[in-house]
Nanobody
Framework: QVQLAESGGGLVQAGGSLRLSCAASGRTFSSYVMGWFRQAPGKERAFVAA????????SYADSVKGRFTIARDNAKNTVSLQMNSLKAEDTAIYYCAATGLGWIDTLPRRTAQYNNWGQGTQVTVSS
């Protein structure tokens, strides 16, 4: 198990940027696939981005591709989400997640594939 804590959320105008961070506990951080998900009011939690344990493989939701960048620092047990060109529809609670499940070809993108979750951080984009 790994404990996760997000930070960096806030209020930003459309077109602006925010950087989310997630700090993880444990000594086996590099063995986990890390993901970011978001949940808007009245909607289901949705995949945003994922990164493999080594950082060599990355996957994005189509809605954020080209605007968001996921990265990890295994020496510091952190994963980040740089969000640029933010839109009102990016408003949501953002969650950091981790999974130790193996994967082939495609990084995990479903909430059920992740068994470790942070408490979330609110991102609000004003139009």
């Amino acid at each position: 198990q790994v404990q996760l804590a997000e930070s960096g959320g806030g209020l930003v105008q459309a077109g602006g940027s925010l950087r989310l961070s997630c700090a993880a506990s444990g000594r086996t951080f590099s063995s986990y696939v890390m993901g970011w998900f978001r949940q808007a009011p009245g909607k289901e939690r949705a995949f945003v981005a994922a990164i493999s344990g080594s950082g060599a493989s990355i996957s994005y939701a189509d809605s954020v591709k080209g605007r968001f960048t996921i990265a990890r620092d295994n020496a510091k047990n952190t994963v980040s989400l740089q969000m640029n060109s933010l839109k009102a529809e990016d408003t949501a609670i953002y969650y950091c997640a981790a999974t130790g499940l193996g994967w082939i070809d495609t990084l995990p993108r479903r909430t059920a594939q992740y068994n470790n979750w942070g408490q979330g951080t609110q991102v609000t984009v004003s139009s």
